[in-house]
């Protein structure tokens, strides 16, 4: 019923297409993902001090108080909303209905001396420097995947004088760690207040001296009562470098005494508390993929000249092999044509070399021209036609010599009057390939079955054939395209541009308002002649990808 989580507000548009930030860099973006799979494969442990003398608890508020005016018990300054609320309540252990501070700031006797300038114009300056630890707290039931330590009568512990507390070794990620609990606070290191806990990497003795481990970690305590585990963690999710310099990294204010020794809290609960700890090795090991598009690669030309061409006696002609973009292709050549044109033309072809190096279902698009050149003359370039009539499906070539780049295909639709006649519905081109994908075209001569839409216009759409099959699972497919109604008097063309992702959901794209039929149908306009109708396609980029092995 889920099998897709991710951010819907992953990154603004702003933020993203800002150059400054570097996420969209020369039009080119990088996407990555970590996964960690989380099993109960865990061990335990079990810390037991025997005595169970009732536990003290003390719960000491501080408050702020703003010292404005005399005569006023307190005032309190506007609200103030932190960039980052989650670690301002990390740094001072907030709760929801306690305050943090200092009773005595300053004596009223050095506050009223004018000497010292606290009081200015019967008006005082309060002011409060936020430092933010980023750690971030959160709550789940599933327990740690890698470790359990349990204390019991920690009142015991904590009273006895150990400083630090380290637990039995345990393995994960491929090495073996310790928990070092400082059941007083780590006062070293701002700790004094708080149970600090640290990850310690153990059994170093025999790596390299250079040796290196980074690993993400994540810290818990048991809410007993709710059975829910507090996890800590880094907010901004660092990944930790222990060497052998540094062989523990963990949080000197893991939890404040006051939080921790309240009973309502679940975490110490009859005088016992269950530590835990996961911890996952991050490792350059990821695999990659990029999606490609390329318009107009260098040398991108194939020059294939057949000397002699009145005696070449064999069934076709190979050219050398080029490199374009990230792929070799080559040019053959049938002088007296292939299959059922053997005889009646020249066959060119354009090959991909090396295909079945290509992994499973991958495909390489390209848009090319093909050219016979002549020698005295411009270029002429070959289009292939196919015709919709009903009476025939077969393929003709049709050459002429014309300004504009040749579209990909052109659907021909010859005795049109007779369609629409016949009140048939839509027509379909025949099936054609572009970028290793089938295609064709799908003419709506009175509109699709839409009220606004059927009987005044002409509608048109650009079809993915066989996606369900023809697609990888969740493949997509980017088409660049313009759909043209073509003006075969002053070529004048009615032409649609735009991009669509296909998938083998969303299979088609188009217009159901391409050309209204009262334009499509006067003859000044020319775009029916000699009762034929003539449909293009110009696909201008598909997409490429390419994966890692």
Known sequence: MKTEVGFAQFLSLESFKDACNGYLFDDSCVFGAEISV????????QVSIVKNPVSNNKLITL????????????????????????????????????????AKVVTLED????????????????????????????????????YLFKVESFSLLAKSGVEKYESDAFEAAGHKWRLALYPNGDTKSNGSGFISLYLVIDETEDLPLTWEVHVSFRLFVLDQIHDKYLTIEDADGTIKRFHWMKTEWGFAQFLSFEIFNDSSNGYLVGDGC?????????ERNCKWECLSMIKEPEDNTIAFKLEGFSKLDRKYYESSVHTIGDSKWKLTVYPKGNVKFKGRALSVFLELVEAEKLPPKRKVYAEYKLRARQMTY???????????????SNEEIVRYKRDIPPAHYTFRIEGFSLLLKSKVEKIESAIFEAGGYKWKLKLFPQGIDDEKVKGDWLSLYFWLCDSSTTLPPKGTVYA???????????????????????????????????????????????????????VQVQVNVISVTKCSK
């Open 38 to 45: 989380f099993e109960r494969t865990g061990n335990w442990e």
């Open 63 to 102: 408050k702020f108080e703003n010292l404005s005016k005399a005569h006023v018990d307190r005032h309190y300054s506007s609200a103030v909303t932190l960039a980052d609320a989650n670690c301002h309540k990390a740094f001072f252990q907030f709760s929801c209905a306690a305050s943090w501070g200092y």
């Open 378 to 392: 411009s270029a002429m370039e070959t289009m292939f036609h196919t015709s919709g009539s009903s009476s025939s």
């Open 480 to 534: 660049d395209f313009k759909l043209r109604v073509l003006d075969q008097r002053r070529d004048q063309h009615v032409q649609k541009s735009t991009t669509h992702w296909f998938t083998a959901s969303s299979h088609f794209w188009g217009w159901k308002e391409f050309i209204r039929l009262g334009n499509l149908h006067e003859r000044s306009k020319g775009f029916v002649m000699n009762d034929t109708l003539k």
């Open 274 to 282: 269950i530590f835990g700890a996961e911890v996952f090795l991050m």
């Open 111 to 146: 506050l009223h001396d004018a000497s010292k300038g606290y009081i200015k114009n019967d008006s005082s300056i309060v002011q409060v420097e936020f430092t933010v630890i980023r750690i971030r707290r959160t709550t789940r039931e599933f327990p740690p995947s890698h």
